[in-house]
């Protein structure tokens, strides 16, 4: 079933007898969320393996998958629980201890709820960048892989999430291949290109770049593209820093690499300002832009990409400044919807086949753990008719007659373990099709 938070109000009922059981979404995203309010679900890559092991045991979670990009906060999991109020109080409760009763509603009124088949079908549309922001923004299927290897290599997953995912990304890669819904993609940061070209900036600009990130080394790549030279790129680690400025170390470009903390004191100038970091707290706070400023008093264009934002809103509010954020980009987004309506469609399809060859999948995997124990039980069974039941009788025989019955309890062994097997999985196939 898939449900607005807000005690359970029905969005999309499924009551398909093929569901895959157990699998619910929690999401927050840019459809029913400010980007502002996501920022209170954003956990800090420093702690987050921590907290989510935390999570995970205080709310009895089978499996667990945080996924987090800059419009949307989604937790995956895999469970034997009810997701209804009471769960997500006590989910969100452990979450944020610190979380009182009002931000713990919040939380609960805010949250998308996706069971099920619906759960299945709305990660598969995150991934092809369906349920995204900008439409055809081929960055979601890397995130919601990065997002998973992650927390697999953390042990929050197992082996349900691992075949959720690995059919959520093929699907979406058959999206991608087979319409035209990723053709001309309009990106985040593609989007906050061309609002930067619409301002005419000059090639000669300085720029001043927060953040050594994929989404901040995307947007260097079409800045430098197009002629711009003059970055100076700041990061926590300054190592990656220099890597994304070595990237770019062209003929004729002057980029250089600064740890984070020398940002306040950089007196070089700026026109441009761009920042995109994991930073839970504001890093362009009133004091730092106006060390930056050095006095300067023309305008300065900001572009924040950030989640939650880097930029803190005494500066715009302060300043002579024209900002470009993640609100701002909102709107040509939804232009990008109407104009790809028909590959929508086309894409919906491949989703709907998607989650059929999913469902023989899944159940064939449930038929094969189940089934685990067989092999041993067959061989504790063989191994007691020898030793016990008719250890009498076998001790009478010859060698060579031993032989040949150890041969034949060999071979029937064998095949008690795999023919179950075979029907099994025809079965199985048989009834998905029906």
Same mark, same amino acid.
């Given at each position: 079933?898939?449900?607005?938070?807000?005690?359970?109000?029905?969005?999309?009922?499924?009551?398909?007898?093929?569901?895959?059981?157990?699998?619910?979404?929690?999401?927050?995203?840019?459809?029913?969320?400010?980007?502002?309010?996501?920022?209170?679900?954003?956990?800090?890559?420093?702690?987050?393996?921590?907290?989510?092991?935390?999570?995970?045991?205080?709310?009895?979670?089978?499996?667990?998958?945080?996924?987090?990009?800059?419009?949307?906060?989604?937790?995956?999991?895999?469970?034997?629980?009810?997701?209804?109020?009471?769960?997500?109080?006590?989910?969100?409760?452990?979450?944020?201890?610190?979380?009182?009763?009002?931000?713990?509603?919040?939380?609960?009124?805010?949250?998308?709820?996706?069971?099920?088949?619906?759960?299945?079908?709305?990660?598969?549309?995150?991934?092809?960048?369906?349920?995204?922001?900008?439409?055809?923004?081929?960055?979601?299927?890397?995130?919601?892989?990065?997002?998973?290897?992650?927390?697999?290599?953390?042990?929050?997953?197992?082996?349900?999430?691992?075949?959720?995912?690995?059919?959520?990304?093929?699907?979406?890669?058959?999206?991608?291949?087979?319409?035209?819904?990723?053709?001309?993609?309009?990106?985040?940061?593609? $989007? @906050?290109?061309?609002?930067?070209?619409?301002? %005419? #900036?000059?090639?000669?600009?300085?720029?001043?770049? *927060? /953040?050594?990130? +994929?989404?901040?080394?995307?947007?260097?790549?079409?800045?430098?593209?197009?002629?711009?030279?003059?970055?100076?790129?700041?990061?926590?680690?300054?190592?990656?820093?220099?890597?994304?400025?070595?990237?770019?170390?062209?003929?004729?470009?002057?980029?250089?690499?600064?740890?984070?903390?020398?940002?306040?004191?950089?007196?070089?100038?700026?026109?441009?300002?761009?920042?995109?970091?994991?930073?839970?707290?504001?890093?362009?706070?009133?004091?730092?832009?106006?060390?930056?400023?050095?006095?300067?008093?023309?305008?300065?264009?900001?572009?924040? $990409? @950030?989640?939650?934002?880097?930029?803190?809103? %005494? #500066?715009?509010?302060?300043?002579?400044?024209?900002? *470009? /954020?993640?609100? +701002?980009?909102?709107?040509?987004?939804?232009?990008?919807?109407?104009?790809?309506?028909?590959?929508?469609?086309?894409?919906?399809?491949?989703?709907?086949?998607?989650?059929?060859?999913?469902?023989?999948?899944?159940?064939?995997?449930?038929?094969?753990?189940?089934?685990?124990?067989?092999?041993?039980?067959?061989?504790?069974?063989?191994?007691?008719?020898?030793?016990?039941?008719?250890?009498?009788?076998?001790?009478?025989?010859?060698?060579?007659?031993?032989?040949?019955?150890?041969?034949?309890?060999?071979?029937?062994?064998?095949?008690?373990?795999?023919?179950?097997?075979?029907?099994?999985?025809?079965?199985?196939?048989?009834?998905?099709?029906?």
């Amino acid at each position: 079933m898939t449900w607005a938070g807000g005690y359970g109000r029905y969005l999309q009922p499924n009551f398909s007898n093929k569901a895959v059981k157990h699998l619910s979404v929690i999401a927050f995203t840019h459809k029913t969320t400010s980007l502002k309010d996501l920022s209170r679900f954003f956990l800090h890559e420093e702690n987050q393996d921590e907290r989510l092991q935390k999570l995970k045991a205080l709310t009895g979670l089978t499996e667990l998958l945080y996924i987090s990009t800059c419009n949307r906060i989604e937790f995956v999991i895999y469970h034997t629980s009810v997701v209804d109020h009471n769960f997500l109080k006590s989910f969100f409760k452990n979450f944020r201890e610190d979380w009182n009763e009002s931000e713990i509603s919040f939380a609960v009124k805010h949250a998308q709820v996706f069971e099920n088949d619906a759960a299945v079908r709305h990660l598969m549309e995150v991934a092809s960048s369906l349920d995204s922001m900008v439409v055809g923004e081929r960055e979601i299927i890397t995130q919601v892989r990065n997002a998973y290897d992650r927390c697999k290599q953390a042990g929050l997953t197992g082996d349900s999430l691992r075949l959720v995912i690995k059919n959520v990304i093929t699907t979406a890669k058959q999206v991608y291949t087979e319409t035209k819904v990723g053709e001309n993609p309009l990106s985040v940061v593609s $989007l @906050a290109y061309r609002k930067l070209r619409s301002l %005419e #900036v000059p090639v000669n600009a300085r720029f001043i770049v *927060i /953040g050594a990130g +994929e989404t901040n080394g995307n947007l260097l790549k079409y800045l430098a593209k197009h002629g711009y030279k003059n970055f100076s790129i700041f990061n926590r680690t300054v190592s990656k820093a220099e890597q994304l400025a070595e990237s770019f170390n062209i003929s004729g470009q002057t980029i250089k690499a600064f740890a984070l903390d020398e940002l306040a004191s950089f007196k070089n100038g700026f026109d441009v300002l761009i920042t995109c970091t994991s930073s839970p707290q504001a890093i362009v706070t009133g004091n730092v832009y106006s060390a930056l400023l050095n006095n300067d008093r023309e305008k300065k264009i900001l572009i924040d $990409l @950030a989640l939650p934002a880097d930029v803190h809103h %005494e #500066v715009i509010s302060g300043n002579d400044v024209q900002y *470009i /954020g993640l609100h +701002e980009l909102k709107k040509e987004a939804e232009q990008n919807l109407l104009d790809r309506e028909a590959e929508v469609k086309a894409a919906g399809r491949i989703i709907d086949e998607g989650i059929e060859e999913f469902h023989g999948q899944f159940r064939t995997r449930k038929v094969e753990l189940k089934m685990r124990e067989v092999p041993q039980k067959i061989r504790e069974i063989k191994t007691k008719a020898m030793t016990d039941v008719f250890a009498t009788e076998i001790n009478s025989l010859d060698e060579r007659s031993k032989e040949v019955l150890l041969n034949v309890m060999d071979y029937m062994e064998k095949k008690c373990i795999s023919v179950p097997m075979i029907m099994a999985k025809e079965i199985i196939l048989s009834t998905s099709k029906m």
